[in-house]
């Protein structure tokens, strides 16, 4: 796993659209498929969406098919999540990931380290 720092949440209204980043320094990072999990509050952290090493492959959780977009730009050592048509049920902190399995591992309690995350919060 490489080290990881989410940006780019914030506040946005019902029916916005928001991109949230994800970084690493690390030179590795294009060995590594990633994925973004999100917690809301009182809940498990769940899988939200993953991208191959390549970005050729994407894969989506069934409640974000249509509305979020998963993105890498290995040259930036960067992953993105575009969101759009956004709930307030996807209120939520949201992490990022990398995995040495392609396509990266679903479950949370598979990974070890966590990010600090960047709150997303949807208003009604």
């Known amino acids: 796993q490489v080290r990881l720092a989410e940006s780019g949440g914030g506040l946005v209204q019902s029916g916005g659209s928001l991109t949230v980043s994800c970084a690493t320094s690390?030179?590795?990072?294009?060995?590594?498929?990633m994925a973004w999990f999100r917690q809301p509050p009182g809940q498990e952290r769940d899988f939200v969406a993953a991208?191959?090493?390549?970005?050729?492959?994407?894969y989506y959780a069934d409640f974000v098919k249509g509305r979020f977009t998963i993105s890498r730009d290995n040259a930036k050592n960067t992953v993105y999540l575009h969101m759009t048509n956004l709930k307030p049920e996807d209120t939520a902190v949201y992490y990022c990931?990398?995995?040495?399995?392609?396509?990266?591992?679903?479950?949370?309690?598979?990974?070890?380290?966590w990010g600090q995350g960047t709150q997303v919060t949807v208003s009604s």
């Open positions: 990931n990398s995995d040495g399995f392609d396509p990266p591992r679903s479950i949370a309690s598979d990974y070890t380290y």
């Open positions: 690390e030179s590795t990072f294009s060995h590594y498929s």
């Open positions: 991208v191959s090493t390549n970005g050729e492959e994407t």
